[in-house]
């Protein structure tokens, strides 16, 4: 009988071979998949510029966390702010979704820095990309959270969906 032994650390992990999907996937090119997104996109801003959310005979659908508990996630209202910015009603917007209006350009920018990123595969490279500090990623997580939780309680309504802007 062979001793048994411990794979080292020199040892290559297995790998399982590329399935189809996995051969298909690497055939399209990488611009593909930004380019795809921002028609999405853009058809999506379309059909929220065309209906609006806020009709009751909308083709949106219930939160569905809103419609079990009665309280507001952190995205409700995101689909009526949206369709608000397609209409450039910033103020109407920030008062139906402050969360989505703030991260907005941030998300926007990601975007756009993959788009070019891909599109300029064989040009002068981009800067690296930025290290996101674990702290970082914490810290937005428990914005959303506070957020989250601020915004069903009666002394922070001015966060709920809906609530007119504050008038002065």
Known sequence: MEPQHAPDAADPAPTRPPGRLDRLVSRVPPWVWPVGLGVLGLVGAVVLHLFDPSQDDNPYPTCPFLFLTGLQCPG?????????LTHGDLVAAVSMNPLTVLVLPFLL???????????????????????????AMLAVLAGVIVFWILRN???????????PPLSG
Request: hydrophobic share 45%; aromatic share 10%; proline share 13%.
């Open 153 to 163: 309680l009666p002394w922070f309504s001015v966060l709920a969906a809906g609530t």
């Open 109 to 135: 920018l990601v975007y756009a820095r993959w788009l070019v990123g891909t599109l300029r595969r064989n040009g002068p490279p981009l800067r690296p990309e930025p290290h996101v500090p674990t702290w």
């Open 76 to 84: 409700c209202g995101t689909t009526r702010a949206l369709a608000l």
